[in-house]
Structures are given as structure tokens and as C-alpha cells.
């Protein structure tokens, strides 16, 4: 009897961590980690398969991601990138995460703040979807980000033509 409720227990205890580790929230909350630690690494590929195909934010695309995840890995060195308040909403198969974000790097032997301050975090918001069964961001609201794509015109403003009246 008493073998039999422990056993009952047990079983409940797992279901109970299988179902809290496998929800969307958990699932977004490890891509944050993994996409956070893959940055920390130099791990290209690692940060870009937490970017969806469909990825548009002022026509920056997971192709110009990848050019500049090239060029800053090759810069920077001892990239560390700190993550505080972590927030998962979850809305039918879309999520809403939105975090405190500081990145500091090296550069020729000195240490720069690249995203945030000395005492503050910078807010960032990350729109996900399902995209081939996993969790992927497919917008964001990311300040610094936005100022890195419109301080090159040349790249990512395309040129519209108006007709005079």
C-alpha cells in the first residue's frame, strides 16, 4: 500500500515537470538561453536557428543577420551578454517575450556597453512563431538594433519613386 502511493506520487510529480518543461513558455524561455549562449560563443549557426525565415524588421532579413553576426564575431571578443526579467506570453501558436538586455564585448583590448548602460538594461521584445515544429523570432522591438539598421540608409532604405503632380 504505502509502495503503491509512493509510486502514485512519483508518477504525478513527472507528469507535472513533463508538462511545465515542455510548454511553450519553457520552450521560448530555453531559446532565449540557447539564442543568449550561442551569442557568448561565436555559434553563427546557433543564433540563427532561432531566427525565423519570415524575420523582417525595418528590411533587415535573417541573410543581413548573418553578414553581421560574421563581421561583429570577428571584431569583438569576450562577448558577454546578460539577460534579466524574462517575460513569456503565450497567444495561440504566437509568443511575446520581452526582456532586460546588456551585451558587453572587447575591442582592441578595451571593454565596451554595445547594448544598454553602465546601470540600465536595455528593454527588447521578441515576437515568436512555430516555424518547422520549433519556437522561432519572427519580429522584435529591439532600440539599438533599429538605430544599427537605420544609421546604414545605403543597405536597408529602398529608394521610392514619387511622381510629381
Same mark, same amino acid.
Given at each position: ?44 549557426? *546557433? ?25 561583429? =564575431? ?20 504566437? *509568443? ?20 544598454? *548602460? ?23 522591438? =529591439? ?12 543597405? =536597408? ?9
Amino acid at each position: 500500500m504505502r509502495r503503491n502511493l509512493l509510486l502514485i506520487l512519483l508518477l504525478t510529480i513527472l507528469i507535472i515537470y513533463f508538462l511545465w518543461y515542455s510548454s511553450p513558455e519553457q520552450k521560448i524561455k530555453r531559446n532565449l538561453k540557447d539564442l543568449k549562449n550561442s551569442f557568448e560563443k561565436k555559434n553563427i549557426e *546557433g543564433v540563427l536557428d532561432k531566427i525565423s525565415s519570415l524575420f523582417n524588421y525595418y528590411q533587415y532579413k535573417k541573410e543581413d543577420a548573418w553578414q553581421d553576426c560574421e563581421i561583429f =564575431f570577428r571584431y569583438y571578443d569576450n562577448i558577454r551578454v546578460e539577460v534579466k526579467e524574462i517575460n513569456v506570453k503565450i497567444e495561440k501558436e504566437e *509568443g511575446i517575450s520581452s526582456f532586460r538586455l546588456r551585451v558587453l564585448a572587447r575591442y582592441s583590448g578595451y571593454f565596451y556597453i554595445l547594448v544598454g *548602460g553602465i546601470r540600465e538594461f536595455e528593454k527588447v521584445v521578441f515576437y515568436w512563431k512555430k516555424d518547422k515544429k520549433k519556437w522561432r523570432i519572427y519580429d522584435c522591438r =529591439f532600440p539599438t538594433l533599429k538605430y544599427w539598421i537605420l544609421s546604414r540608409p545605403e543597405k =536597408f532604405n529602398k529608394k521610392k519613386k514619387y511622381i510629381r503632380v
